[in-house]
């Protein structure tokens, strides 16, 4: 008989009390085809994920809803074993527009609840693209009221600065739970990571592969990281990728991790990283790697007067 070796994925503690699996699925694509969404998430699930990442803008919460409710309808996983994020839109950021757009979403997505709603960003646009300048602490009433209501559990911010987080804290009833933002070994952040820390918000990283990805050919020149030896000589030692040492460096800094993959080795790759330890010597290789170059600089905000960075 074959017995599938299941992966203990660690959690961590958010300030709502509820738990998050430190590796989540990333699910954005500038394309796909039909079906590699559910796919992706099916295969996900069976190989013991159980955190889900996804956004509104994604265009993908309707297959990211089948993928779950086909593993629920199977048996492989209940409802209360996933951990679902998705996101408000910019052109949503007036306090009235929070709730009718997470209900869409959770039509879409076959959920009664999310575990996690985050404001994707803190620039507010219409639908043309132009700045409304809807200042964030209007829309975090609008999410405060979907915690009331029971639409999720947790609510969170995606991209804000430090500067933007403290003002959003002090004025926040309920506190966000996480920030999620790009993080990884060429983009390390950690005064930005330190500053969530310090206030209880835990750090998400996105794009946690950063250059190592081979979605990034653009940044060929900056990649050096990919074929630099020491990195090599690091996933030959565990006998590891680089992509899994970029993840477990995120793991060990507390930092949960969503990478992104349509391929089912990957994806299986990517979960496979709770089963060895960097040294502190090996963590500041990884570290050195710090170029503060990063992949979604999100410049088409950039005119807008929220832009973080
Ligand atoms: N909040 C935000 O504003 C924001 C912004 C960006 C991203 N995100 C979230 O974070 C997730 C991850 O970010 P991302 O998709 O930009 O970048 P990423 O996860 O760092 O990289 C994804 C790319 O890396 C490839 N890949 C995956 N696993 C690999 C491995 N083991 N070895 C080599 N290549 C591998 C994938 O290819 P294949 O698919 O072909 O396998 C894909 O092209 C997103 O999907 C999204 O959920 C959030």
Known sequence: MCSKMVVQVSLVKLSSGYEMPMLGLGTYARKAD???FRQA???AIDAGYRHIDTAS???NEEEIGEGIANKIKQGVVNRQDLFVTTKLWNDCHAEAEVIPALKKSLEKL????IDLYLIHWPVSVNVKGEDTGIDHVETWRGMEEAVKL?????????????EQLERLYKSANIKPVVNQFEINPTLTQHKLVNFCKDHSIVPVAYTPLGLISEARPEFIGKDVIKTDPKLGELAQKYGKTQAQIALRYLIQRGIPALPKSFTKTRIEENLNIFDFELTNTEMDI?????IDHRCVPGTVFANCKNYPF
């Open 34 to 36: 039909p079906g590699q």
């Open 41 to 43: 998430v099916e295969w």
């Open 57 to 59: 803008c994604y265009k």
């Open 110 to 113: 076959k959920l009664d609840y």
């Open 150 to 162: 029971g639409l999720t559990r947790s609510i969170g911010v995606s991209n804000f600065n430090e």
């Open 286 to 290: 990884v570290d050195s790697y710090n």
